[in-house]
């Protein structure tokens, strides 16, 4: 357990469905982070909050929506997928101090059928 | 853009050999971090090199970085099977704690 904690951690959905991800840290970090992992590519950051405000969007579609209610939570909800949006979704958090670099949930694996 | 690029991409061994990854980046930054994956699993990371001549050891790994040739490696000494995983490198980008990754090791060791 590295102390950030993703739910689900398989999701399955189809392309008219609504769902939501899920991640929790109680590292005291204040930076949260969503990166996408497809096979074959390099990670790919999505967005990033830093004390609760969005700081980036790195041209994600509008089917993906995050939301950070506060400093712990970090949600990705989900609405009407393409099957190539099948991947694995991690969050990460970090104290936006260089030392430490992110910690990384377990990530939630969606697939989109 | 930051482009970190890794090699070798793929990378099979035998036990008790030794090897090199290289991670090369496409601009200045002298704040790299080494993460492992394992199959299915998050990322772990391994090493944080925070200046020119940084180098860091832990077990069978080692680090290193050179920010004038903007390169880091990581050397593996005498592998065991438990080191077979993918090893990612990342670059923050303009020190703004946004990490570049490259697109990864996939390290096996064979008996």
């Known amino acids: 357990e590295t102390g950030v904690t993703q739910t689900p951690r398989h999701l399955v959905m189809g392309m008219t469905n609504k769902k939501s991800l899920k991640c929790e840290q109680h590292?005291?970090?204040?930076?949260m982070y969503w990166y996408k992992q497809s096979a074959k590519k390099p990670l790919e950051l999505m967005f990033v909050?830093?004390?609760?405000?969005?700081?980036e969007n790195n041209s994600v579609p509008s089917r993906f929506s995050p939301e950070c209610p506060n400093s712990s939570h970090l949600f990705l909800h989900l609405h009407t997928l393409q099957p190539e949006d099948s991947a694995l979704y991690l969050c990460?958090?970090?104290?936006?101090?260089?030392?430490?670099?992110?910690?990384f949930g377990s990530g939630t694996r969606l697939t989109v059928v | 853009e930051l482009k970190v690029e890794q090699n070798p991409l793929f990378l099979s061994m035998q036990e008790g050999k030794n090897y090199t990854i290289y991670c090369n980046y496409s601009?200045?930054?002298?704040?790299l971090y080494w993460y492992r994956q394992d199959p299915g699993k998050s990322l772990e990371s391994l090493f944080v090199?925070?200046?020119?001549?940084a180098v860091k050891q832990e077990g069978r790994l080692m680090a290193s970085l050179d920010t004038k040739a903007r390169l880091s490696t990581l050397h593996i000494t005498a592998a065991v099977h438990d080191l077979s995983a993918t090893y990612f490198c990342?670059?923050?980008?303009?020190?703004?704690?946004?990490?570049?990754f490259g697109t990864g090791t996939r390290l096996t060791i064979i008996p």
């Open positions: 090199l925070l200046s020119n001549g």
């Open positions: 990460a958090s970090s104290p936006r101090t260089v030392t430490y670099g992110y910690t």
């Open positions: 590292l005291g970090h204040n930076a």
């Open positions: 990342a670059v923050d980008n303009f020190g703004n704690e946004k990490l570049t």
């Open positions: 909050y830093s004390l609760e405000e969005r700081v």
């Open positions: 601009t200045t930054s002298d704040r």
